[in-house]
């Protein structure tokens, strides 16, 4: 258990429609980051917070937004879904905005778009 | 732009061989290399780092492997286990910057 909990694990939704991924990350960790996984391939990264403020973009698609709460819970928004939106999503953790490169994943939210 | 890449989409190893997955990477200004294992329905997991200022670096029947000469890095799993099943991703990154650049991914695979 790496203590980041994503929320929910699976999320079935249809075209056009609007999400909320929810992460908590682990206890005293400031930086928030989220990524995407499609089906068996690499993590894109979308976007990282730090203790509140955006920190580092990526490629994350302007229907898409996130935030970070002053409890260090974050969120991920997805709007006008499309069938290629459809993804693992992860949430990872760690303690400062720069470091080693440990991060601490939560086992994910899959969405799928129909 | 820059990145990291994998040679081997996919690696099937003999339970109790060695294994050895491997990682090209084009960023020689980076300062950290770093894989991750990510098993079936799960995560990526930190399995261990190496600084650009080191060769090589041990940890619990894992070794990872730095050469900067050829920007080649790899990860040797000794005697395989079947809990070693899963996709190994390298990344790399600056020590200054907040961003991992992560590998494509390679597919391990036990047989029995």
């Known amino acids: 258990d790496s203590g980041v909990t994503q929320t929910p694990k699976h999320l079935i939704t249809a075209t056009g429609q609007r999400v909320t991924l929810r992460c908590s990350p682990r206890s005293g960790d400031l930086s928030v980051y989220w990524y995407q996984q499609s089906l068996d391939q690499g993590l894109q990264f979308l976007i990282q917070?730090?203790?509140?403020?955006?920190?580092a973009k990526g490629n994350i698609l302007e229907r898409f937004s996130a935030q970070q709460f002053p409890d260090l819970h974050s969120e991920l928004n997805l709007s006008s879904l499309e069938l290629g939106d459809s993804a693992l999503y992860f949430c990872?953790?760690?303690?400062?905005?720069?470091?080693?490169?440990?991060?601490?994943f939560g086992e994910g939210s899959r969405l799928t778009v129909l | 732009g820059e990145s990291v890449g994998l040679h081997l989409p996919t690696l099937s190893v003999q339970e109790g061989d060695n294994s050895i997955i491997n990682c090209a990477y084009s960023?020689?200004?980076?300062?950290?290399f770093i894989w991750y294992k990510q098993e079936s329905g799960k995560g990526p997991q930190f399995i261990i780092d190496?600084?650009?200022n080191m060769d090589k670096r041990q940890g619990q029947r894992v070794t990872v492997l730095l050469n900067k000469t050829v920007k080649h890095l790899s990860l040797q799993i000794a005697a395989t286990q079947p809990g070693d099943s899963a996709v190994y991703f390298c990344a790399e990154k600056l020590f200054s910057n907040y961003q991992l650049i992560w590998g494509a991914g390679t597919k391990l695979i036990i047989k029995p």
């Open positions: 917070y730090y203790n509140g403020e955006e920190r």
């Open positions: 190496i600084r650009s």
């Open positions: 990872a953790s760690s303690p400062r905005s720069t470091n080693t490169g440990e991060l601490f």
């Open positions: 960023n020689s200004a980076s300062d950290y």
